[in-house]
């Protein structure tokens, strides 16, 4: 047995006080006279046995009536765990998951409300002296500090529903941040959390064993759950009027079959698609919704469920850009490509835009989807540097030789970019033998296919190098299977290579009835908008095209009333915005330049939250080995339990009980003990 204060026993030297009352405590006797006291003997004997056991009770009594009260102000506990640590400097770190997962209900209300009142029996488990540091989901900087215990509960009222979601590892490392800045302190950390499987850590948690970690796990109801968890539109390149496919993946994180979940599709605030959908058991569907009517300009679209009860995820949004016209840039040695001009301009869509090689602006190449070489004899270096760049991004690039190209700067073109490049030029009369019908190119372009189709006719073709690319596309091929026409993937973007130039000398490919919707086809899969949407806690970067801003037009996300200025970093054919943590709420957003919208960005929540499976008490043990104990939550206080770990068995309340019992004793001794008897012998 210890004691918190061993100071208050020098008061155990005030027990002499009733000792000294008690011997110097002469009562004077009243006489009282008889005739013949021989008849008397035997009683005052028996009189005077039963005094004296009286006194040595009552001055028992009075002993250890003052000895417990003494001990009691001592604060005696029998020690625990964490005893050695009593004496120093309290320092906790208290993390409340307060995640789109702790709306669930169970029997004290909602999991975040009982992390709360969990959180503040354990502040009140430690002394008037500790300091406390308050964690949740959004690692805002404010909680970065050690509070008084009024302070914690206060900002614990504090506390809403984020859409962050963190791992173990990430909490604790947050909490070690802080706690290892605390020299010479006892350091503690508390996770209050429902545990859900999406914070598991694939290693163990690699924490310090110089602090107490303690594992608070909340019990929930289990719920089914059906949500979106992504999109994605089939055409690249969007135009008006025309109509759309979106394929959408529901996903249900149940362990039991959802039924006719109701589905809808809005766009710019009006319906266009419907839908019902049942999904097994924890398993994903992936369906296509087509809608069309749309006007040039972004388009803000959202997915809406009727899923009950679990409701944070049952919207998803998603903006996508639908353009007026599509630019298109054709470079060439000077002279104007004649077939390339005719394609373009059969349809008032495409906006082509002839530069020659020699007067590139490099850094508008970004703003082009598509860029088509021709008749180039010699690629400069710093076009080639920069086109690599381009694709590397995301960009499409076509080319056709020239008829006297130099070969070796096409080597240094396509080369970086993974693509074969043209080694010698063969000449001819062959024919091509072969289309590839599954390309993405051709899929879905024609509703019957000859069996003999008329291919193109070549007459001298440029002989590729062997290609090491396992993207590989083939468009179209020669005898012995040799590349007529094929695409690569390379970066982010795509090139395609054709063997031949784009004059009648070569081949008749710029007049044959195939050329046109080939172009159409790989000009409209060349789009590399933004994504469709990003995903809070998760994507901290936004890249958009290129936009100029100085100090007085600053760039701004703007959603009814809330507004935030990103930083802004300007790269080459781009603009990147850092948010950070400063978003904290889903929807759509509009990027304003001063008064004008340059884009419209879509922000969810992070699916992850969406499966509520949770961890077992052996897999958190597992997860993180540092951990003294895994508790859960229930309807008795968390206080008394983290009391005897830290602090032992505290026995001062047991003290005062027996020093009232002893007290008692001695008021009933004083009043209720006789020592005179009852009954006198007659005299004889």
Same mark, same amino acid.
Request: no cysteine.
């Given at each position: 047995?210890?004691? +918190?204060?061993?100071?208050?026993? @020098?008061?155990?030297? &005030? %027990?002499?006080?009733?000792?000294?009352?008690?011997?110097? *405590?002469?009562?004077?006797?009243? #006489?009282?006279? @008889?005739?013949? /006291?021989? @008849?008397?003997?035997?009683?005052?004997?028996?009189?005077?046995?039963? #005094?004296?056991?009286k006194e040595r009770l009552i001055l028992a009594s009075r002993l250890l009536a003052l000895a417990f009260l003494v001990f009691a102000f001592a604060k005696p506990y029998i020690p625990g765990q964490n005893a050695a640590n009593s004496g120093k400097q309290q320092s906790v770190s208290i993390f409340v998951d307060n995640s789109y997962s702790m709306q669930t209900l169970n029997r004290e209300g909602t999991l975040l409300d009982e992390a709360k009142r969990r959180a503040k029996e354990i502040a009140a488990a430690y002394t008037i002296n500790g300091r406390f540091q308050l964690l949740t989901q959004d690692f805002e900087g404010k909680h970065q500090r050690l509070l008084s215990r009024d302070e914690f509960n206060d900002a614990v009222d504090a506390v809403q529903i984020s859409a962050q979601s963190r791992t173990l590892q990430q909490i604790i490392s947050r909490?070690?941040?802080? +706690? *290892?800045?605390?020299?010479?302190?006892?350091?503690?950390?508390?996770?209050?959390?429902?545990?859900? #499987? *999406?914070?598991?850590?694939?290693?163990?948690?690699?924490?310090? &064993?110089?602090?107490?970690?303690?594992?608070?796990?909340?019990?929930? *109801? &289990?719920?089914?759950? /059906?949500?979106?968890?992504?999109?994605? %539109?089939?055409?690249?390149?969007?135009?008006?009027?025309?109509?759309? #496919?979106?394929v959408i993946r529901i996903h249900n994180y149940a362990d039991q079959k959802a039924d006719k979940i109701p589905l809808k599709l809005l766009i710019n605030w009006q319906q266009k698609a419907l839908g019902s959908y049942t999904v097994n058991a924890r398993a994903v569907q992936y369906d296509t919704l087509t809608f069309s009517g749309l006007q040039a300009g972004w388009q803000r679209a959202e997915i809406t469920l009727q899923d009950n009860p679990v409701t944070f995820d049952n919207q998803f949004y998603f903006t996508f850009n639908v353009k007026q016209q599509m630019?298109?840039? +054709?470079?060439?040695?000077?002279?104007?490509?004649?077939y390339l001009k005719a394609v373009f301009a059969a349809d008032p869509f495409f906006a082509a835009k002839r530069v020659p090689d020699g007067n590139v602006d490099y850094a508008a190449l970004s703003s082009y989807p598509i860029i088509i070489l021709s008749d180039i004899n010699a690629i400069s270096t710093g076009l080639s540097q920069q086109l690599k760049t381009y694709v590397n991004k995301g960009g499409m690039l076509v080319v056709f030789p020239a008829a006297d190209a130099d070969l070796n700067t096409y080597q240094a073109l396509l080369k970086p970019l993974n693509a074969p490049w043209p080694e010698k030029l063969l000449t001819g009369d062959i024919k091509v033998t072969g289309i590839n019908l599954q390309s993405s190119v051709f899929k879905n372009i024609f509703e019957n296919f000859p069996q003999n189709p008329d291919l193109p006719l070549v007459k001298k073709y440029y002989q590729f190098s062997t290609s090491a690319n396992n993207h590989t596309e083939n468009l179209m091929t020669l005898p012995g299977n040799k590349p007529f026409w094929a695409g690569y993937t390379s970066g982010k973007g795509k090139v395609y290579v054709a063997a031949v130039a784009l004059n009648e000398d070569f081949s008749n490919l710029p007049r044959h009835a195939l050329f046109v919707p080939i172009m159409f086809r790989i000009a409209l899969l060349s789009g590399h908008d933004a994504p469709l949407f990003y995903t809070l806690g998760k994507d901290e970067t936004i890249e958009t095209s290129s936009i100029q801003t100085n100090e007085k037009q600053l760039l701004k996300l703007v959603k009814g009333s809330q507004s935030i200025i990103p930083d802004t970093r300007q790269q080459e054919g781009s603009t990147l915005l850092y948010i950070s943590d400063q978003l904290q709420q889903t929807g759509i957003y509009e990027l304003k330049k001063q008064d004008s919208t340059v884009a419209a960005i879509a922000f969810n929540d992070n699916r992850s939250e969406s499966d509520l499976t949770y961890l077992t008490s052996a897999q958190l043990t597992k997860t993180i080995p540092q951990a003294k104990a895994v508790l859960e939550g229930g309807k008795a206080s968390l206080q008394a339990a983290i009391t005897e770990t830290n602090f032992g068995v505290q026995l001062w309340k047991l003290c005062i009980i027996l020093? +009232?019992?002893?007290?008692?004793?001695?008021?009933?001794l004083v009043r209720f003990y006789k020592t005179q008897k009852q009954a006198i012998k007659q005299p004889v």
């Open positions: 047995m210890h004691f +918190l204060y061993p100071a208050f026993l @020098f008061a155990l030297l &005030t %027990l002499a006080i009733p000792i000294l009352v008690h011997l110097f *405590n002469f009562r004077r006797y009243q #006489k009282v006279f @008889f005739s013949n /006291v021989q @008849f008397l003997r035997e009683v005052q004997e028996q009189q005077s046995s039963r #005094k004296n056991l909490q070690q941040s802080l +706690l *290892n800045m605390q020299k010479g302190s006892s350091n503690s950390a508390y996770i209050i959390s429902d545990f859900q #499987k *999406n914070m598991d850590s694939p290693q163990p948690v690699k924490a310090d &064993t110089g602090i107490s970690i303690n594992l608070i796990q909340l019990k929930a *109801n &289990t719920l089914p759950n /059906v949500a979106v968890d992504s999109v994605s %539109l089939l055409s690249a390149i969007h135009r008006p009027g025309e109509s759309e #496919k979106l630019p298109v840039l +054709l470079l060439d040695g000077g002279i104007p490509n004649p020093a +009232l019992i002893f007290l008692g004793a001695e008021i009933l």
